[in-house]
T-cell receptor
Framework: EPEVTQTPSHQVTQMGQEVILRCVPI?????FYWYRQILGQKVEFLVS????????KSEIFDDQFSVERPDGSNFTLKIRSTKLEDSAMYFC????????????FGPGTRLTVL | KQEVTQIPAALSVPEGENLVLNCSFT??????LQWFRQDPGKGLTSLLL?????REQTSGRLNASLDKSSGRSTLYIAASQPGDSATYLC??????????????FGKGTKLSVKP
């Protein structure tokens, strides 16, 4: 069964460094999302992406964050200058073009900022 | 602003028991509601999706109901097994023009099924 994949599974970085989290959505999906979950907290929406542009973003998704679909398969989240509070599990999700369909989530990347 | 609450935060039951997990949301203008399972340190596995026009959905031993007007959903697990031990998350998708369907999550109910 097709699934969303994410790499790396765990990323450790120093504060102020740039990180890129990678996702490969399910191949026929058209909507892509990033969410994050700080340890012990709710899963929070960051950004949605459709037709090669951001369609919606939360207040968390500030200028330090960017997303890109550099080719036909990958979907990336870049954090330009990481802060301690960016430490979280980051989930990628994707959905077909049908508006009523469910979102499928990847296994997540655990980001630790030291 | 939509808020999703799940009660209880944690639940421990003996194997074989039937159980109900609760989810409530403050704004009834939802497009759909999705139940997920999350194992420790892992991703989210979608269990059931209920459209706003539906009252319930079933998958195996799981049954999810939705009462949109009262802002409630329940996940019923029949004949629980130790393998059902996980955190169960409820998420609603807002319903407004132009929304690409970002989900708003509850904090989850941590279920432990004892052998």
């Amino acid at each position: 069964e097709p699934e969303v994949t994410q790499t790396p599974s765990h990323q450790v970085t120093q504060m102020g460094q740039e990180v890129i989290l990678r996702c490969v959505p399910i191949s026929n999906h058209l909507y892509f999302y990033w969410y994050r979950q700080i340890l012990g907290q709710k899963v929070e929406f960051l950004v949605s992406f459709y037709n090669n542009e951001i369609s919606e973003k939360s207040e968390i998704f500030d200028d330090q964050f960017s997303v890109e679909r550099p080719d036909g398969s990958n979907f990336t989240l870049k954090i330009r200058s990481t802060k301690l509070e960016d430490s979280a599990m980051y989930f990628c999700a994707s959905k077909t073009g049908l508006t009523y369909n469910e979102q499928f989530f990847g296994p997540g990347t655990r980001l630790t900022v030291l | 602003k939509q808020e999703v609450t799940q009660i209880p935060a944690a639940l421990s039951v003996p194997e074989g028991e039937n159980l109900v997990l609760n989810c409530s949301f403050t704004d009834s203008a939802i497009y759909n509601l999705q139940w997920f399972r999350q194992d420790p340190g892992k991703g989210l596995t979608s269990l059931l999706l209920i459209q706003s026009s539906q009252r319930e959905q079933t998958s195996g031993r799981l049954n999810a109901s939705l009462d949109k007007s009262s802002g409630r959903s329940t996940l019923y697990i029949a004949a629980s097994q130790p393998g059902d031990s996980a955190t169960y998350l409820c998420a609603v998708r807002r319903d407004y023009g132009g929304s690409q369907g970002n989900l708003i999550f509850g904090k989850g109910t941590k279920l432990s099924v004892k052998p």
